[in-house]
């Protein structure tokens, strides 16, 4: 009896030891490892034990796996022996005839040292070592390293052969965990964050808006040319005066003959400095400076340095050479704080807002340009292509020119064009409809059309052919108003 009470207490230590490195495993992918360099910055001789060790992750690791399958094969060798000795009595004082006795209790001490190990060396220091992971590797960071050490050639042939596979596999193999998150985590973070109520939903709305604007291009934030309010060079600064009356705004762009020759750029203050006396024979040529030309691929970042540094409009060139629109330092403020309004600005409807249901489906109203990234927060995700838009997306789903009443359908949603100006979807109702009754509509082949026309002073786009959808139907709009 004593031999078995012995090699069970050896199993149930071996168990522990398992457990260990169990922790130590999960502790050390789990840790935070800003968090812990922190922590050793300001003195804490564990957490540089810890640091020490996430140097050499996948060593460390390997040596944890080492320890794991050295103490589960003992832990077997023990245990199952001992319980079946210790349970061959109790099993033949109930009845089990001598034969089955010992079979019996084999099989029941696996059973019992397999859950034993299972719960107490796996689950617990698992679950532990995920809750608490610095604390954890606070606590193993210092004898991980003295087993590493211990078991080094060992653990160096076996990391050295496993390499080798991964290698062979086209893989690189990493000694240490990337502990910087990628945007997407950071998004999924602040998202969570809201509705936990650990921050302001407009906090996480303007931490969200910014991660975004590092993607954004020229071409995401500007005012397209269908929207510009512009002058020809032959006007006069009487007339800079008016249209400010007309629009409420103070800069504007200057074009020789078409829009798609900008020359320079009038402020309001440059009409006011001309005498009362000469404003009506003054070109706005001759007191417009000249103009910051930017291409539609800027990143957003590279813009606004600019924006800061030389004027505070630019105007945005198409691949063609021409004028795609306008963009302004207040283009790329709404971007992260949403719509800035003040006294001279027309009073809009919001670019995507919520409407009475229609037969219990949820609706929201969006203008034709609402970007199709912001349709993601209502669960709309527009498939790829050629636009930014709502009304490029209509457009290009159509083939053509929308008219009042048109229809897309998407999975899970149904668009229906509402208002039509321009030559392009002005308002549109967004229907979640949820796939319920709903068919989409037929696949079609698509048609290639011009790469270039600019008659009615919209800008052309390039054919896209995908078998199923026709290209964008040439919309300059993109986003934005124009501002001052």
């Known amino acids: 009896m004593t031999v078995p009470l012995l090699l069970l207490a050896a199993a149930l230590a071996l168990i522990l030891a398992n457990g260990f490195f169990v922790a130590a495993e999960f502790g050390l992918v789990a840790v935070d490892k800003p968090a812990v360099e922190?922590?050793?910055?300001?003195?804490d001789h564990r957490a540089r034990r810890v640091l020490e060790a996430l140097r050499e992750l996948s060593f460390q690791l390997s040596g944890t796996q080492l320890g794991i399958t050295i103490t589960s094969l003992v832990v077997g060798m023990l245990a199952?022996?001992?319980?079946?000795?210790?349970?061959?009595?109790p099993f033949a004082s109930v009845g089990i005839p001598e034969?089955?006795?010992?079979?019996?209790?084999?099989?029941?001490?696996?059973?019992?040292?397999?859950?034993?190990?299972?719960?107490?060396?796996?689950?617990?220091?698992?679950?532990?070592?995920?809750?608490?992971?610095?604390?954890?590797?606070?606590?193993v960071a210092r004898p991980q390293l003295l087993f590493s050490a211990v078991f080094k050639p060992m653990i160096t042939l076996l990391n050295t052969s496993a390499n080798r596979m991964v290698r062979a596999l086209g893989v690189e193999p990493t000694e240490e965990l990337a502990s910087a998150r990628t945007p997407a985590e950071l998004v999924s973070l602040a998202r969570h964050s809201a509705r936990a109520g650990a921050i302001e939903e407009d906090t996480a709305d303007l931490f969200v808006r910014t991660l975004n604007l590092a993607e954004l291009t020229a071409i995401s934030v500007m005012t397209p040319r269908v929207r510009v309010s512009a002058l020809e060079d032959t006007a006069t600064a009487a007339d800079v005066l008016n249209l400010t009356r007309a629009t409420g705004l103070s800069r504007f762009p200057v074009y020789r003959e078409r829009l798609d020759e900008v020359v320079g750029v009038v402020h309001l203050k440059d009409a006011l400095a001309v005498p009362p006396a000469l404003r009506d024979r003054r070109p706005v040529g001759r007191i417009?400076?000249?103009?910051?030309?930017?291409?539609?691929?800027?990143?957003?970042?590279?813009?606004?340095?600019?924006l800061r540094h030389e004027q505070p409009m630019a105007v945005v060139v198409d691949e063609y050479g021409g004028t795609a629109g306008v963009v302004t330092l207040e283009d790329i403020v709404e971007e992260l704080v949403g719509e800035v309004r003040d006294e001279h600005d027309a009073v809009d409807l919001p670019e995507l807002a919520p409407a009475p249901p229609e037969n219990?489906?949820?609706?929201?109203?969006?203008?034709?340009?609402c970007r199709v990234d912001l349709l993601e927060r209502i669960g709309l995700h527009a498939p790829e292509g050629p636009y930014e838009t709502v009304a490029g997306l209509v457009a290009d789903v159509l083939g053509r020119i929308p008219e009042e009443g048109d229809t897309v359908v998407l999975p899970g949603w149904r668009l229906r064009v509402r208002e039509v100006a321009h030559h392009r979807a002005e308002r549109v109702r967004l229907v979640r409809i949820g796939g319920k009754g709903e068919v989409p509509a037929p696949p079609r082949t698509a048609n290639p059309r011009s790469a270039d026309s600019r008659t009615d002073g919209t800008r052309g786009t390039g054919t896209r052919g995908t078998g199923t959808r026709s290209a964008d139907s040439g919309s300059a709009d993109s986003s934005g108003q124009v501002r001052r």
């Open 38 to 43: 922190r922590a050793a910055a300001e003195g």
């Open 80 to 89: 199952e022996p001992a319980m079946a000795a210790l349970l061959s009595g």
């Open 99 to 139: 034969p089955a006795v010992h079979t019996c209790a084999v099989i029941v001490g696996m059973l019992l040292a397999s859950a034993v190990q299972m719960v107490i060396g796996e689950l617990v220091p698992k679950n532990w070592a995920i809750s608490r992971p610095l604390q954890v590797t606070r606590f």
């Open 288 to 306: 417009a400076v000249p103009p910051l030309l930017v291409p539609e691929t800027l990143p957003v970042q590279e813009l606004l340095e600019r």
């Open 360 to 369: 219990g489906h949820p609706v929201w109203d969006a203008d034709g340009s």
